[in-house]
């Protein structure tokens, strides 16, 4: 299975875990599981590189949980804080691929759905239908910010290289002139280190340009 796939079944659990939380008897300790799941962003934080894939998937999975529990404990759709889920959703286009803004609205719209009592009126179906219109814009956040990265990545390795190249071709003239200078008997010689210097410059010049 690709990475896409395997982060949004990992999501699409957490959320109906998240959903499920608040109809158990853990419900009561809720203050301090939160907690609890603070302390592990802390130290995967600490612990874990920041920016490495797995570091990613437990923030985006403590983030979830944190979120639709807290929606899902103070009323679901007519929780006050449901505007959390629309910050949640920018969030998982960031940390993980921006496929899975979609993934994740579709579980959380049927669970909304599901857990929204008969007989309630389209108004208060509102803020369901409002994730449909926010999806598009987390995934296209999560794609500008994933083109981003890579094109940092391709500059650094860019100037890694003409680093590379521009110090090769300076110490090779900066050879020549040390031999010329060493070996130096007359006109012959001066002309080399004069060329060398000449190529130097402009290469230096060329690289500022650049």
Do not use: C
């Not at 807290?70 to 889920?85: D, P, R």
């Not at 979609?102 to 994730?131: A, D």
């Amino acid at each position: 299975m690709t990475k896409e796939i395997i982060h949004s079944l990992i999501l699409i659990a957490t959320i109906v875990l998240a959903f499920i939380f608040p109809k158990t008897n853990l419900a009561n300790y809720e203050l301090q599981i939160t907690a609890g799941l603070f302390v592990i962003l802390y130290l995967v934080k600490k612990l874990v590189v920041s920016q490495s894939s797995s570091s990613r998937l437990i923030e985006s999975v403590i983030f979830t949980l944190i979120i639709v529990g807290i929606v899902n404990s103070t009323g679901g759709v007519n929780s006050l804080f449901f505007f959390l889920i629309y910050f949640l959703l920018f969030s998982l286009s960031l940390l993980l691929e921006p496929i899975i803004s979609i993934t994740t609205t579709i579980t959380l719209v049927v669970f909304f759905l599901l857990s929204v009592p008969q007989g309630q009126n389209w108004k208060n179906l509102l803020p369901i239908i409002s994730l449909a219109f926010i999806t598009p814009f987390a995934m296209f956040l999560g794609e500008e910010y994933k083109r981003s990265e890579k094109l940092e990545v391709k500059s650094e390795k860019l100037q890694e290289d003409a680093f590379l190249f521009v110090s090769l071709l300076l110490k090779n003239h900066l050879k020549n002139i040390k031999e010329a200078v060493e070996n130096f008997v007359g006109d012959h010689e001066l002309d080399i280190i004069k060329k060398s210097a000449s190529r130097m410059e402009k290469l230096i010049e060329k690289f500022e340009k650049s």
